[in-house]
């Protein structure tokens, strides 16, 4: 857990961060209340240290306190107010602030041991989430690979899902909380380094609105046909991924999709016997084949467009055609040879 995550889901609205935004993504791995004036080696790393400041006498000793929660590795500082100081002490507040750690503001009226039981409170409740997460993406795994029938769902499902109703897959980042966008318990499985969350169709637009950004989804489908709906969503995902912008299995249905979602071992035959030939007779004879092939494939095969987007003659277009399909053995003037030329030119990386 964050201290941005502490900060949103503890609901305390007295405890105030003050100071230290840099470090709000900090990991929060125990708490640690202390006054001793060098607390040194007993701060646990990651720890969200708790003080009063009650023997901190002047700007030195505060120093010195706040350089050894620095040292280590704190995730954070809470400093109760109007008990031993009015307010925090600017020199904490500027140190920690330079450090990137975050400093929280505690009234009087907020015990430290409540803000300790909500973070264990709130830690447990993710781990139970970690842990189910992490149950339901075996299970959507063994439907995905035709190991078990969707049966194996169904208790995960009846609750939120009506008998024959058509489900969506919705495919989100592993940091998101689909759950909360969603607003329902709907099955969350950890799966390929994202969450699936299926969810009964159609979606609606607040629902739409409210997923974290990218996303990919799949469907609708029979629940019959989940297990392509999540191979579906997350092909969308991956594009999702690559354009900054929510897709859909209808826009995973593109060649530039296809060839994004091939392997490196798939791909590779068309950088070793398309690419790499024509890019080496390029730098061998100072010409421009691969650029020729890029334009005349961005025109869908036009010569006349080609060579005014080259500023060519449509001749040195056609003889720079020649010339890559004497060099790779296939013509680039048909669907085929156009498809693996654009696989090919995907594959470009510079090295040659």
């Known amino acids: 857990m964050t201290v941005r995550d502490l900060l949103r889901d503890a609901a305390l609205p007295d405890m105030r961060l003050v100071g230290g935004d840099a470090g709000l993504g900090h990991e929060i791995l125990a708490t640690y209340a202390t006054e001793l004036p060098r607390p040194g080696g007993y701060v646990p790393h990651g720890a969200l240290v708790f003080t009063t400041g009650l023997v901190l006498t002047d700007d030195a000793s505060v120093r010195a306190f706040t350089s050894d929660c620095i040292d280590a590795r704190a995730a954070a500082i809470g400093f109760g107010i109007e008990i031993a100081w009015e307010h925090i002490p600017p020199a904490l507040l500027d140190a920690a602030d330079a450090a990137g750690i975050p ?138 991924e690559t354009r900054g912008a929510t897709s859909s299995g209808r826009d995973t249905a593109t060649l530039e999709s296809l060839i994004g979602r091939l392997r490196a071992d798939q791909s590779a035959p068309f950088h070793h016997h398309i690419y790499l030939p024509l890019a080496r007779y390029d730098r061998r004879h100072g010409t421009d084949v691969v650029a020729t092939l890029r334009a005349f494939d961005a025109v869908d095969g036009s010569l006349t467009r080609a060579a005014a987007q080259l500023n060519v003659h449509p001749n040195t277009v056609r003889n720079r055609l020649d010339k890559a399909e004497a060099l790779t053995g296939r013509s680039f003037r048909d669907t085929a040879g156009r498809v693996a030329l654009a696989v090919a030119l995907s594959t470009a990386d510079g090295t040659l």
């Open 103 to 240: 400093v929280l503001e505690i009234p009087p009226t907020l015990a430290f041991a409540r803000i300790a039981e909500l973070y264990d409170g709130l830690r447990m409740a993710r781990q139970l989430t970690t842990e189910r997460r992490h149950a339901v993406g075996r299970l959507l795994d063994a439907v995905r690979k035709g190991w078990a029938s969707t049966s194996v769902l169904a208790p995960e499902l009846h609750r939120v899902i009506r008998p024959g109703q058509d489900v969506e897959v919705v495919c989100t980042g592993p940091g998101t909380r689909p759950e909360e966008a969603l607003g329902g318990e709907f099955p969350v499985g950890a799966l390929d380094g994202t969450l699936v969350s299926i969810v009964p169709a159609p979606l609606g637009a607040a629902q739409r609105r409210a997923l974290p950004e990218p996303h990919g989804t799949g469907g609708p489908v029979s629940i019959g046909y989940v297990a392509s709906a999540i191979d579906e969503a997350l092909a969308a995902f991956r594009l999702a």
